[in-house]
């Protein structure tokens, strides 16, 4: 299934309306834990894998583990939103839902990701 650009601006719109929301200080709870990845590359194939969040202070340190290929990035938490720089040209930026689910966009919004414990 190819993601479309109505799919792509939804995702973002989600993440920007998400954003809005931190502009009243809540109590984030943790994201620390392991996770099951579930997404779609930018050609629109699927992968799964598997991946560890943890979190010191105001850093967040992530590790996925995709077949036999194994990624890692740091980045930052503000509330519900996780930006991860991973080495790409783009950060993965999540957005934490009510569920405990992390969803997230990277490749410039060309791929799309959700984290599932």
Partial sequence: M???????RAVMAGLAAGMMTLAAP????????????EGRNPDGSPY??????????AMVYIAWRVGNQGYNGTGTRNGDVI??????????????????????TWANGTALERLVR
């Fill in 48 to 57: 799964s894998g598997v991946v560890t969040i943890r979190e010191e202070g």
């Fill in 83 to 104: 930006w991860i720089d991973w080495g790409s040209d783009y950060p993965i930026v999540y957005l934490r839902m009510p569920s405990g689910q992390l969803h997230g």
């Fill in 2 to 8: 190819k993601i479309t650009t109505w799919g792509r």
């Fill in 26 to 37: 809540v109590a984030a709870q943790s994201i620390s834990g392991n996770y099951r990845a």
